[in-house]
């Protein structure tokens, strides 16, 4: 289990990190949810490409609402990861294992088989 970063670290656009797939270098992104927090693998269920691998590379939507894939613009729910418009809609992002402890939220390292750097 590795940290990720402080509940009161976590601005309202979330996190980026890095972590390991087995020997594959891999970024997640921690958000917000109603019920407390979600990562998911930093990667479109259209393409295998990192929603930020485009310019611009805010990867939320103007209104905040929407985790968006800047290829072809598919648009994720960040309470569960589901695509709910574009090209792979009714997909899911890879939802990656988190939990809060105290303060502070970590990845579920060994139930992914990796580790990681913030
Ligand atoms: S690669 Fe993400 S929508 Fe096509």
Redesign the pocket.
């Known amino acids: 289990m590795e940290r990720i970063a402080s509940v009161d670290e976590i601005p309202t656009k979330g996190v980026l990190f890095d972590y390991k797939e087995g020997p594959f270098d891999e970024q997640g992104i921690l958000v917000r949810t109603r019920d407390g927090f979600k990562a998911f693998k930093n990667e479109?269920r259209?393409?295998p490409?990192r929603l930020d691998d485009r310019e611009p590379a805010d990867i939320w939507d103007p209104h905040g609402r929407y985790l968006v894939?800047n290829?072809?613009?598919?648009r994720y729910r960040p309470d569960d990861g589901l695509c709910v418009s574009?090209?792979?809609e009714g997909s899911h992002l890879k939802e990656l294992p988190v939990v809060v402890k105290g303060d502070e939220v970590y990845l579920e390292t060994d139930k992914i088989g990796g580790f990681f750097n913030v």
């Open positions: 479109c259209h393409l490409m894939c290829s072809h613009g598919a574009g090209p792979c």
